[in-house]
C-alpha cells in the first residue's frame, strides 16, 4: 500500500500489524527503520518548517496519530483505516520485541519515569530484554552513544518530545547497531502511568482529543490546527 500525502506530508495507510510485519523483515534484512508520529498540529508546523517536514517524509513510517489523520483520508477517499497512536505502536514494538527476543533500548523522559515505565513494561512483557535506558536530560552525548553501542540494542524508543527526538534520531543513527528506532514523545510517562489516556469510551470514537482538551484547557491552542487542517484539505483542491 502506497503512503499518502497532505499538504505534502507523508501518512502511511498500514495498520499496527501490517508495520510490525514489515519492521520484523526489515531487522531480518539488517534495515534501519524510523517510526514518527504524524498529526494535524505537526502537518501544519511543516508547512513553515521544511526541517521539520523533510524528518516526516524522510522516515520510514509516518504513523496517522490523531483522529485528523483520520478523517482527512476519509474525506479524500484514502486508505487509512484508523488511527496508529504512538503509545500503542510502541506497545506493539514491545510485544514483538519480547517474541523475537529483540534487545530495547529506552532513552527519555525524567529519570524516575523512564525507570518506572521499564519496571511496568517489563511485568506486562516478562520475555522482553531491556538493553539499557537513560534518561532524557544527560549532558554527555558521546557516554550515551557509547553506551547503546556496548547494549547491542536492536530497537529504541526516544522520548524527548518532537521535533527534539526525530533531530536525535537523524543525527545519531548512523553510528548505532539499531534497526528501529521510535520517536514517542510523552509515551514513557504512559507507560509509567503519570499520565493518563482517555477512558476507552473516548478512545474508540476518536473523542480523545475532546478529554484532553476537557481535562487540560491549556491545550486548546494546541488543538486549533485539528480545524485549520481540515478547513485547508477540505478547501484544497
Ligand atoms: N523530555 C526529555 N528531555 C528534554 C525535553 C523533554 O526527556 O530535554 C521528555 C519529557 O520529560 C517528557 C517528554 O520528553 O517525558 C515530552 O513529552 P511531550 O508529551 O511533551 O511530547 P510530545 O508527544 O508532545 O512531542
Known amino acids: ?20 510485519d514489515q519492521l520484523k523483515t ?8 524510523t517510526i514518527i508520529a504524524v498529526n494535524p498540529e505537526k502537518i501544519m508546523k511543516a508547512q513553515e518548517d521544511a526541517t521539520l517536514r523533510d524528518l516526516i517524509n524522510g522516515s520510514t513510517f509516518q504513523i496517522p496519530d490523531g483522529v485528523g489523520v483520520l478523517l482527512a483520508s476519509r474525506l479524500k477517499g484514502g486508505q487509512v483505516r484508523s488511527r496508529v497512536t ?10 514483538l520485541s519480547a517474541d523475537q527476543g529483540y534487545r530495547v533500548f529506552f532513552y527519555g523522559a525524567k529519570e524516575e519515569v523512564v525507570s518506572k515505565a521499564i519496571e511496568n513494561i517489563q511485568a ?20 550515551l ?23 536525535w534520531i537523524r543525527e545519531n543513527k548512523d553510528r ?37 482538551l476537557a481535562t487540560d484547557p491549556k491545550r486548546f491552542k494546541r488543538q486549533l490546527a ?12
Open 145 to 167: 552513544i557509547e553506551k547503546i553501542q556496548g547494549s547491542k540494542a536492536d530497537v529504541m524508543f526516544i522520548a524527548l518530545g518532537s521535533p527534539k527526538q526525530e533531530l
Open 86 to 95: 504512538g503509545v500503542d505502536m510502541m506497545d506493539h514494538l514491545l510485544k
Open 226 to 237: 485539528l480545524p485549520k487542517f481540515l478547513f485547508k484539505i477540505v478547501t484544497k483542491k
Open 26 to 33: 526489515r531487522v531480518q534484512a539488517g534495515e534501519q527503520s
Open 176 to 212: 548505532l547497531p539499531v534497526k528501529v528506532f521510535q520517536g514517542v514523545g510523552g509515551s514513557f510517562d504512559v507507560f509509567a502511568g503519570h499520565v493518563k489516556r482517555a477512558p476507552a469510551p473516548f478512545r474508540k470514537v476518536g473523542m480523545e482529543w475532546f478529554y484532553r
Open 124 to 143: 506486562k512483557y516478562p520475555a522482553m530484554q531491556v538493553a539499557g535506558y537513560d534518561n532524557g536530560y544527560v549532558q554527555d552525548q558521546e557516554a
Open 1 to 20: 500500500m502506497k503512503n499518502e500525502q497532505y499538504m505534502g506530508v507523508e501518512v502511511s495507510p498500514l495498520s499496527y500489524d501490517e508495520i510490525t
